[in-house]
């Protein structure tokens, strides 16, 4: 029998309280553990972090009381946190290069570990698209997939609908104590029952508009394929779709009338190549070789003794060597790992790094090559100007903030 490795009750509310602390995302909370040794030091170390960064204020580190207000109101609506490497951790989900380092999770978790397929389309959808989002779901469900969506009105939640039989997965925008939308309540109670309900955000955190493109990420690497059904330019769809290419996920899409603004999307998808979708078959035969090989694999090895924690693509200058493991036992992180620590290169390398930097995103290769300083100086440089709220990356590719905005 495989071992399993799980979080201690400490390390959860600590990793809690990381991701819940000013700019920490996935990325920095990862470089931050390769760093630090473990979230408490790493806790521990973000105010020196942030201030070498040049951060014009204290950085704001999640209270302790705030965090346990978040247990608390998790257990009232029967949520758990599960953490990345644990064994209910979705092993689709760990594969992308922004993988959250905590889900809240509602719901039965075993709907996070079977083969998936994303549905999403139009808020405003037509009769037809709503008639064909439930057929695709239905016959997917059928054929064993789980269908994940957003739980948006229109064509996310028809899909949900069709599948609340055979396992339907949402994922919220914003916290589970703040449903969005409010009218997807009463179908949230009847996913949970043999799907599921996830989120990334606090339990108590209002959606604003920037989180559902966060949301899409989500969405799109939970499943091995994303099917978009009706979508018109510049929908949030086609942010998911987007997503799922990035995550070398199949992207299919249904195609519409030239004359419906709400198939202009999904057209404009067909014409740079994603699969068109007339039906369930089409679906299942493209994901099948995926189905069988992809996710028996990452079944099988997941939490395995000496698997890396992190399953995203490392961070500049990041050994992976270093990376910390889950064996059967392991702390997952060390409490009171070593103190953060910088060098006098680390300095030099950050000077160059703002000289260098610009509002025009280069790649952390250009960056690396052009700073002419070692790779953990360039690394230690970013974490620390990025806590500091002076760089923003997007993918492999970083740039100056030219706005004082916060997170």
């Avoid at 999640?62 to 247990?71: G, M, P, Q, T």
């Avoid at 409010?182 to 989120?199: F, H, I, N, Q, Y």
């Avoid at 929908?235 to 299919?252: C, H, P, Y």
């Avoid at 000289?355 to 700073?371: C, H, K, M, Q, Y």
Wanted: net charge neutral; hydrophobic share 40%.
């Amino acid at each position: 029998m495989k071992p399993e490795s799980r979080l201690t009750d400490q390390q959860r509310f600590d990793w809690l309280r990381l991701t819940r602390s000013e700019n920490v995302g996935p990325r920095t909370f990862r470089a931050l553990i390769t760093n630090c040794g473990g979230a408490r030091a790493a806790l521990k170390a973000l105010p020196d972090l942030a201030r070498r960064g040049g951060a014009t204020r204290p950085i704001r580190v999640a209270a302790a009381e705030d965090i346990e207000h978040e247990l608390v109101a998790a257990r009232r609506l029967g949520v758990r946190f599960v953490a990345l490497g644990e064994p209910d951790y979705p092993p689709l989900l760990r594969q992308i290069d922004s993988a959250p380092p905590i889900l809240a999770l509602r719901g039965r978790a075993e709907a996070l570990r079977t083969a998936a397929v994303a549905i999403v389309g139009s808020r405003n959808a037509s009769a037809a698209g709503l008639t064909f989002a439930e057929r695709l779901a239905r016959g997917l469900g059928q054929a064993g997939y789980v269908v994940v969506s957003g739980l948006a009105r229109g064509i996310d939640q028809r899909a949900h609908v069709a599948s609340l039989e055979t396992g339907a997965v949402g994922v919220l925008a914003g916290g589970h104590g703040k449903p969005y939308p409010g009218d997807a309540v009463p179908l949230m109670e009847r996913m949970v029952e043999t799907g599921a309900v996830v989120s990334e955000m606090p339990i108590e955190w209002e959606p604003r508009g920037r989180d559902f493109p966060r949301r899409n990420r989500i969405v799109s690497g939970l499943a091995l394929g994303t099917v978009v059904v009706e979508a018109a330019r510049g929908s949030g769809s086609l942010i998911t779709a987007r997503f799922a290419l990035e995550q070398n996920r199949q992207v299919f899409a249904v195609p519409g009338s030239p004359l419906d603004p709400r198939a202009e999307g999904t057209n404009d998808l067909l014409k740079q190549g994603a699969s068109i979708c007339t039906g369930p078959d089409d679906v299942l035969t493209a994901l099948a070789p995926v189905r069988s090989s992809d996710l028996g694999s990452m079944l099988e090895t997941g939490g395995e003794p000496g698997e890396p924690l992190w399953g995203e693509q490392s961070l500049f200058g990041v050994d992976p060597e270093s990376t910390p493991r889950t064996r059967a036992g392991d702390e997952f992180d060390d409490a009171g790992g070593a103190a953060y620590r910088t060098s006098d290169d680390a300095e030099a390398a950050r000077e160059r790094i703002i000289a260098l930097l610009g509002p025009s995103p280069i790649t952390l290769d250009e960056l690396g090559r052009a700073a002419e300083a070692p790779a953990r100086a360039v690394r230690v440089a970013l974490l620390e100007l990025e806590l500091a709220g002076r760089i923003e990356f997007s993918g492999d590719r970083v740039a100056l903030r030219t706005t004082a905005d916060e997170r």
